[in-house]
């Protein structure tokens, strides 16, 4: 099984980008999935996270209302929709699963025990 990300970039301050994460050679279904990020110098945080299962999704405080976790079920993949991205959203964005553990206010404290990674993509917000 493994995760494939793709959608990172250069962006200037207030704008949008969307990335992708699709999940090849699992039962997409029984995944949660989510995204992490890791600005230089500073430790990996999460971001956000879905259950594939129901949908249940949670976003951090620092993205909550400007980013969006979605998933197409036809393509199994997990996409995330960032909007007024400012600076502070520079960093290097890893997607993650793992078909046991569940996305939920844990999901910040599991990173070390989710299965599958993305090979991380980088986004850089810049004026």
């Known amino acids: 099984v493994q995760l494939v990300e793709s959608g990172g970039g250069s962006v200037q301050t207030g704008g949008s980008l969307r990335l992708s994460c699709t999940i090849s050679?699992?039962?997409?279904?029984?995944?949660?999935i989510g995204w992490f990020r890791q600005a230089p110098g500073k430790e990996r945080e999460a971001v956000s996270c879905?259950?594939?299962?129901?949908?249940?999704?949670w976003h951090s405080d620092s993205v909550q209302g400007r980013f969006t976790i979605s998933v197409d079920n036809a393509k199994d993949t997990v996409f995330l929709q960032m909007k007024s991205l400012t600076s502070e959203d520079t960093a290097t964005y890893y997607c993650?699963?793992?078909?046991?553990?569940?996305?939920?206010?844990?999901?910040?404290?599991?990173?070390?025990?989710?299965?599958?990674w993305g090979q991380g993509t980088l986004i850089t917000v810049s004026s």
């Open positions: 993650a699963a793992d078909s046991v553990l569940v996305c939920g206010t844990s999901w910040p404290l599991i990173q070390k025990q989710l299965d599958l």
């Open positions: 050679g699992g039962a997409f279904d029984r995944y949660a």
């Open positions: 879905i259950n594939i299962v129901d949908g249940s999704r």
